[in-house]
């Protein structure tokens, strides 16, 4: 059982908790219709223990309604700063969405993502090609273009607000496009929420795992990940363990470091290791 309520974050010890078991099922839609990525992890649970006041929020008809309302009306105020007079936002979206080959160009700069010729440069030469791999991520990418009011997030958002399911289609950018696109566009500092700011810091921390040839980090390596935020152990074993489920395994033994392993892909790397050492 894992010591945190999925939904804050915070230890369960810091106030009331509450085992859900029959009312999953409530959990699981109220996931889904509030569209935050929890609902897949949810799906494998038989229960889960959670504080009793965050449940009751979270599963509110009211809250949840305030929470899709909110998420229209960011959209639509986004759409509305990012398009012209003269056409419909939503008709030149779909249209240019409809070009856009998410599988073969970069999600943010746009250009072609040439991964075979990659391959044949030297390690220290090539340019890293990620693929989106959380529900998250899109929404994420959505906080960031609002901080920014230039060319490449109006093009960014165009490309993925409307119906898009990115990790559904595939979608791939160069790592230092996205390392970019995180960056301010003037000398302050962007003004993320907090929680976007870690939805972001996250996503690098899974991007290094499963672009990474190894099956095993320790918590300090994954620590060091990310560019945008500096993340605290809980936090991050927490996500670790509601994007990875029954997939991971967290090793902590007192005065020692702790170590990250993917023990369904062990075996898998340690073969394509293997197969690439023979051949060179």
């Known amino acids: ?21 029959r009312g999953m099922k409530t959990l699981i839609n109220a996931s889904a219709e509030r569209d935050d990525g929890y609902s897949e992890f949810l799906k494998k649970q038989k229960s889960v223990t959670i504080h009793s006041n965050c449940r009751k929020i979270y599963t509110r008809k009211c809250s949840i309604a305030a929470a899709i309302k909110r998420k229209r009306e960011e959209q639509e105020a986004n759409t509305s700063t990012g398009s012209t007079v003269s056409s419909p936002p939503r008709t030149r979206s779909r249209s240019s969405d409809s070009a856009f080959c998410f599988k073969k160009l970069c999600l943010f700069c746009g250009n072609k993502l040439n991964e075979e010729l990659q391959r044949k440069k030297s390690l220290d030469r090539r340019s890293k090609i990620c693929q989106v791999s959380t529900l998250q991520f899109k929404h994420s990418i959505l906080e960031v273009a609002r901080t920014r009011s230039d060319a490449i997030s109006k093009a960014v958002v165009a490309r993925i607000e409307f119906d898009y399911d990115l990790v559904a289609a595939e979608a791939k950018y160069h790592q230092e496009c996205y390392t970019s696109f995180l960056k301010p566009t003037t000398g302050g500092t962007v003004g993320r929420p907090k929680d976007e700011a870690t939805d972001l810091a996250m996503q690098e921390i899974f991007t290094y795992i499963e672009s990474s040839n190894d099956c095993q980090f320790t918590l300090a390596e994954l620590k060091d990940v ?47 290791s293997w197969s690439e050492n023979k051949k060179n």
Do not use: W
Request: include cysteine; charge should be neutral; aromatic fraction near 6%.
């Open 1 to 21: 059982m894992s010591e945190y309520c999925f939904i804050c974050t915070h230890l369960l010890t810091e106030s009331e908790t509450v085992t859900v078991d």
């Open 226 to 272: 990310s560019k945008i935020l500096t993340l605290d152990n809980r936090t991050i074993k927490l996500r670790l363990k509601l994007k990875y489920g029954d997939k991971i395994i967290i090793t902590e033994k007192p005065g020692a470091l702790t170590f990250v392993c993917l023990i369904n892909s062990h075996h898998e790397i340690l073969n394509q």
